[in-house]
Structures are given as C-alpha cells and as structure tokens.
C-alpha cells in the first residue's frame, strides 16, 4: 500500500547540509499499523511526513496505492491528503471553534454538504467517545480528550492511512494506553493503515505489527514486532529495548556466581502457555533456576523470554542431556540458545 524507495532528504542551513535522510526504503502493507522508532533527530518526522508529502524528498519515491505521488499536479495532491489523515502531538485543534466543529471543519473543506458534515461528525465523535463534549471547546477538554478530537478529525474524510506524529508522546502513561487502545479499534474495526512515530517501545509493543528501527537517518532494523523485541540485532535497537525495561543481557550481572549452563529460552504463541520447564526437568532430571526471564504479551501474541541455568544429574553425560534438551525445545519452537557453559 505505501512504498518508500531510496528517499533521500537534505536540509540546508547557512552553516551547512544535512542529510536527513540518506536511502529509506520501506514497505507498508494495507491494514498493518507500522511503527517508526528511534532516538530524537533520528529522522521520524521528517519520514512520516514524507507519506502526505508535507515535507518533499530530495531522492526517491513515495508510493501510495500503486501511483508515485511525487509526481502528482497540486490539485490531485490535495485530493490524495483526504485519503490520509494525520494526528500530530500536540493535537492542532482550532482553539475557537467547538469540538464538533474542529471535526466537520475538514469535512467542509472537502466540499462535504451541511447536513452530511453534521451526521458523519457526530458519528465519528461517538466512536472516540466524546458523544457527551461536541460542544465544549478544546480549552474544557484533557489531553487524551484532546488527542480523540485530533483522531475524529483525521478520520473525518473516510482516509485509508492515518499517521501518528508522535500522538501520545504529550499523554499520561493511562491516558496513552487508552489512545492506544482507540487506535487498536480503529485499525480492527475500520481497516485503516495505521504508520507512527514514537520514541517509546512500549507504543511499539502495544499496537504495532511491523516496526522500522530509525538511527541517523538510517533504517538500521525492520521487521515484525514479535521478532525484532526478542531478537533484537542493532545496537540502537538493544538500547531502546534496555530503556524499557527489556534488557536481554541483564544475566550477565550475576553470570560470575552461578554454577552451571546459562541457557536462553525464547518463545511466543502457544509455546507460552505449555509446562516445558517442569516437563524437561522431570524428563532429564535436571535442576533448573530461572536468572531472568519476562513473559507478556506483544500486541496480541503471549511471549516468554527466560535465561536459566542448567545442572545435569551426575549419572549423565552433560552434552548428551544438552542435546536432548536443545531437540526438545527445537521441536516445541522454543529458541535455545546457549550463553554461558
Ligand atoms: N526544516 C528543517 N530545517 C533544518 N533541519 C531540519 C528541519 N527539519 C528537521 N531538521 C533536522 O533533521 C533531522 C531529523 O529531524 P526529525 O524532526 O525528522 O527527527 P525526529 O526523529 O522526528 O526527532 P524528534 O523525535 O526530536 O521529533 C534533525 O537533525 C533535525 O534537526
């Protein structure tokens, strides 16, 4: 539905050039929600608004449904922006008008007639759940009222892409989950392509499906969210995760005092709710001891991440009980890997 192909982007300044962006390349399938992650300057913005043309690359492509929209006349453009809603961080409600008329405002702007503009407003404010404010103004309302009103906007022209700019980053930690949560329905329920930029990946974690790890202008990790969370392979990547609580290497504080293998055990879906561990132990007569280990759950998908330690029984060859162990979670999908022996 959206491909970026090598888009490059520069901003000059008196005292020099920067290169923004420097060969972006991403694949965003219809009804997906794409999370974008990286550290302030990075590039996020600048990226994401690339997908509504509100900042032009310098190099590259930008397509949305099959058609280039670098190449389209100001009045096809400006057609193509119905199609893509945007919620911005800091909402950008029109601060004199009401509620509702922050939402039939772009309605009206598409030429929507007065009636219509009315019915689809209230509709879409039901669905944020602002059906008791439509006529207070932005002033009256919180933040996460405000960041409804901002989405109920963005949805007004029926878009099939919303983009998030950040739209939680001003939120409360609760306020937070329960846009996200809207964004959840939003994306369920309506189909809608969602892309956003954060910095947090516990957004990531909560909604999206695919995540691009952004650095220096440079995507330098992409994939699912399942796989880039438990298998994470860039530096900056690892460091996001560590921040949020998810640091795959904090076994090793404790690696000088412990006697015995140190074992990492990854697994998500049904692997998750399966007694593995007590049926290994009984099953090899080994004595395990969890180090470290989370378990929960990505968007939908329950996961287990635990490192452990492994003492085999005397009257057995410790590699042949590391081979029977290592086949046992092969064949239940488990990763296993080895991190200290
Ligand atoms: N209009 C501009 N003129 C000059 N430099 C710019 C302009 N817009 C962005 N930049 C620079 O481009 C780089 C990328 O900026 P961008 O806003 O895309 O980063 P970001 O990852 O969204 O950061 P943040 O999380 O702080 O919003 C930064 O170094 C920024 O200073």
New binding site residues.
């Given amino acids: 539905m959206i491909q970026i192909k090598n888009i490059h982007k520069y901003?000059k300044?008196k005292e020099k050039v920067?290169h923004?962006l420097q060969g972006i390349d991403l694949n965003i399938e219809a009804g997906k929600v794409f999370g974008i992650i990286?550290?302030?300057?990075?590039?996020?913005?600048?990226?994401i608004r690339m997908i509504n043309l509100l900042e032009r690359p310098d190099q590259g492509e930008v397509i949305v449904d099959g058609t280039d929209i670098t190449k389209l006349s100001v009045d096809e453009l400006r057609k193509l922006r119905h199609q893509i809603g945007m919620v911005f961080q800091h909402f950008n409600l029109l601060n004199s008008r009401t509620v509702l008329d922050n939402v039939i405002y772009p309605l009206r702007i598409a030429g929507v007639d007065k009636e219509s503009r009315k019915a689809r407003a209230l509709e879409l404010l039901k669905l944020v759940g602002l059906e008791d404010h439509v006529h207070k103004y932005p002033r009256q309302l919180s933040g996460g009222q405000k960041q409804r009103v901002g989405i109920a906007r963005a949805l007004a022209t029926e878009p099939k892409i919303l983009l998030c700019d950040?739209a939680t980053s001003a939120l409360d930690p609760e306020t937070t989950q329960s846009v996200l949560a809207l964004l959840n329905e939003i994306n369920q329920k309506l189909g809608i392509t969602i892309v956003l930029?954060t910095?947090s990946m516990d957004v990531i974690r909560n909604v999206c499906d695919e995540v691009a790890v952004?650095d220096g202008?440079k995507i330098v990790e992409l994939g699912e969210v399942v796989n880039v969370f438990l298998h994470p392979q860039h530096s900056t990547t690892k460091a996001l995760l560590s921040e949020s609580g998810v640091d795959a290497d904090a076994w090793k504080l404790f690696s000088d005092n412990v006697h015995g293998d140190v074992i990492r055990l990854t697994y998500h879906g049904v692997a998750a709710a399966e007694p593995l561990l007590s049926h290994i132990s009984r099953e090899l007569e080994l004595n395990l001891s969890i180090l470290q280990g989370s378990v929960g759950k990505i968007k939908d998908t329950p996961f287990g991440q635990l490192v452990i330690v492994v003492n085999y029984p005397e009257h057995t060859p410790a590699e042949q009980a590391k081979a029977k162990m290592k086949a046992f979670f092969e064949e239940k999908n488990v990763d296993f890997e080895v991190l200290q022996a």
Avoid: P
């Fill in positions: 901003f300044t920067l923004a990286g550290r302030s300057g990075a590039g996020k913005s600048t990226l950040e930029i910095h952004i202008g």
